[in-house]
């Protein structure tokens, strides 16, 4: 049973002055806004002139975005690319105040970008129409998994807690995630886990999330009603030999089931007016890993990233959520409380 909403405002200060190691996929995310004038005459297709061209912070660079936006520091280990492209990306970690000692750069691999094209004509609110990736699926070579196996081991006795953000991108490959393990197992170190597939590679962590598209795609079984779910966990936990699994599932909310918790299913945010469902994840992640890492309950952990992945869907892109906006939004819920 989830506690009422005032008791967690105490909470949101355990949130911030930690240190979180963030390894994984790193892009760059493009948003190319055009202004739609006309159907092509080569394809069925609307022609947009181009208005607007935002980049900001993505795949595993967006939870540590959402860790400093909390008021905690987050520690990046990636690899990005000897492109104006990976500079850039620099860049706005910089202006984050993130620091980017630990970012590899390879002279003969792209810095990954997922470039976002969207139809925008006002009052109305802007449509996706096409999302052009550019990335290497090459595997990494000898050199750069040596240099990130050095910060690892450098970076890890250091932290309260290391966040794998895996994206399926090549960053987070077998030999990484078990030093991974390793380390964090000999420092005591808390290991939370969001991976977009390749769950069987995490055995033994603290908390491995995912939604329930890839937990079924796990279990290779059906995951449709609330009984499904409730079945589904325990075996979930069991198959990752994990502390604790959440299951993130949208519209209905989450399920969450650990070696001393329950079986939890919390809805979603009476709030979450669905807009775009971009970096929900990752915001969830980023929230639940400091928790945790602050010494807060499973329970109470999850309900603070449940309210702050509620807040991002109704807003455009990656969209980082600050200890106010969580505080504001408990308010919201109970006006009583303001």
Not at 224 to 240: G, S, T, W
């Amino acid at each position: 049973m989830q506690p009422p909403l005032p008791e967690l405002h105490p909470h949101v200060a355990r949130l911030q002055g930690l240190r979180v190691l963030v390894v994984g996929d790193l892009t760059l995310d493009e948003y190319l806004f055009g202004r739609p004038t006309r159907l092509s005459r080569e394809a069925p297709i609307p022609v947009l002139e181009l208005e607007q061209r935002t980049c900001i912070l993505g795949g595993a660079a967006n939870p540590a975005r959402n860790i400093v936006a909390l008021g905690s520091t987050a520690v990046p280990i990636g690899v990005v690319g000897a492109d104006p492209q990976g500079q850039q990306l620099c860049d706005l970690f910089a202006a984050a105040q993130i620091s980017t000692a630990q970012i590899i750069v390879a002279p003969d691999r792209p810095t990954t970008v997922k470039t976002r094209i969207l139809a925008h004509e006002a009052p109305r609110l802007p449509q996706q129409v096409a999302r052009l990736d550019q990335l290497a699926r090459s595997p990494l070579t000898p050199a750069l998994l040596a240099q990130i196996e050095v910060a690892l081991a450098a970076q890890i006795p250091h932290v309260d807690a290391v966040l794998c953000s895996d994206y399926q991108l090549g960053m987070l490959v077998d030999p990484v995630i078990a030093q991974i393990r390793q380390l964090c197992e000999q420092h005591g170190v808390l290991l939370t886990v969001d991976a977009q597939g390749n769950a069987l590679a995490y055995r033994g962590v603290d908390l491995f999330r995912c939604n329930d598209r890839e937990a079924a795609a796990t279990l290779q079984r059906s995951l449709q009603h609330e009984a499904d779910f409730r079945a589904a966990l325990p075996d979930l936990l069991d198959l990752l030999g994990a502390q604790l699994v959440i299951v993130t599932r949208g519209p209905e909310g989450l399920s969450m089931q650990g070696r001393d918790v329950p079986y939890t299913h919390l809805p979603a945010s009476q709030l979450s007016e669905v807009y775009d469902t971009t970096g929900a994840g990752d915001t969830f992640i980023a929230v639940v890993t400091l928790g945790l890492a602050g010494g807060l309950a499973a329970n109470a952990a999850a309900q603070l990233a449940n309210l702050a992945a509620g807040r991002v869907v109704r807003k455009l892109g990656n969209i980082v959520v600050t200890p106010e906006e969580l505080t504001h939004t408990m308010q919201l819920l109970h006006p009583a409380n303001r």
